[in-house]
């Protein structure tokens, strides 16, 4: 893992790290570019998950990106009144979905 042993400072100033965020950025824009093309998705996200398996992701972790990326995007939403609990629920469904695909491709590769 790239940010393991670095102090939790370095990372939040870490040019790796903001790189990635914006690799997540993007890639979230393609699943949701793709939402009503199931035959589409569901191949990016698996492919993702393989990646992130031949990185050495942690498959704990990505569960956690999803609640990461809902807290960082309502804000500015709230801000501009677009948020509401229907939005919220939309959002976390996305990202279960993103989850359970990516995980699933990581243990078939781990299996193989």
């Not at 699943?31 to 498959?59: E, F, M, W």
Request: proline fraction near 5%; aromatic fraction near 10%.
């Amino acid at each position: 893992m790239p940010f393991r042993g670095i102090a939790l400072e370095d990372i939040k100033q870490s040019k790796q790290l903001r790189a990635h965020a914006l690799r997540v950025m993007g890639f979230v824009n393609k699943a949701v570019a793709r939402l009503d093309q199931p035959d589409k998705l569901v191949p990016l996200l698996s492919d993702c998950g393989k990646s992130h398996y031949y990185y050495g992701a942690n498959i704990s972790y990505i569960d956690f990106v999803g609640p990461q990326f809902i807290a960082s995007i309502r804000p500015s939403l709230e801000e501009e009144e677009r948020w509401n609990p229907e939005m919220e629920a939309a959002w976390e469904l996305l990202f279960q979905h993103i989850s359970f695909q990516m995980k699933t491709a990581m243990k078939n590769e781990a299996n193989q």
